[in-house]
């Protein structure tokens, strides 16, 4: 009989049922993670059209803690490598849209705003309300952001460059960007993640279960002693 999917169960079950199979550090490296997820920030990558750039996005996506990541694909199928994501993917919550308008609707829908990087914006990373939930835009390489996504967005901002360079590699500007809005976000909160409990509760299980080989049959041998 195939095992039940483990979002029937309560996370808290799951996590005593998977918890004793963790090393106690990883557990603990787990158990961190999930608390300092954020989805107060979230990022919107459109039309990214190399897999190195596209991976190299997401990595940095996933060690900011940013937990959710819009892939936008209307020209360009996105593709990334694995030798530079290095499974990075598994721990994101990714939506995949066909259009902008989707996505666009769907962060309005809850609450968050769209600003859109562009080079010489009057508004700053800096000048973003870290209250305020957001989702910051990135575009193609060559091409940047559509005139479509541009006119949908909520504001637009730009990264400060001092140097005769004043451009910057798309996955390294989600870099840069993400760790000046995430830790604003961080010290406007004073705590590490904004997720609440129920939903840290659900993620860490989620999380659980990826690190280990078959957590359904262990779920549900711990309820068979139950």
Known sequence: MKPAPLSRYPPELVLDALRPHLLPERAAKLDAVTAARLVGVQAVLEDLRDPHNAGAALRSCESMGVLRVHIVSV??????????????EKWLEVARWGDIESCAAALRAAGVKLYAGVPRAACTLADLDPHQPMALAFGNEHTGLSPRLLALADGEFTIPMHGCSQSLNVSVSV??????????????????????????????????????????????????TR
């Open 75 to 88: 020209h360009h199928r996105f593709r990334t490598a694995a030798r530079v994501t290095q499974g990075c």
């Open 175 to 224: 870099a840069v960007s993400l760790h000046v809005v995430t830790e604003a976000r961080r010290r406007a909160l004073g705590r590490s993640g904004d997720l609440d409990e129920p939903t840290q509760a659900a993620l860490r299980a989620r999380y659980y279960a990826l690190d280990l080989r078959a957590p359904e049959q262990i779920v549900e041998r711990y309820l068979a």
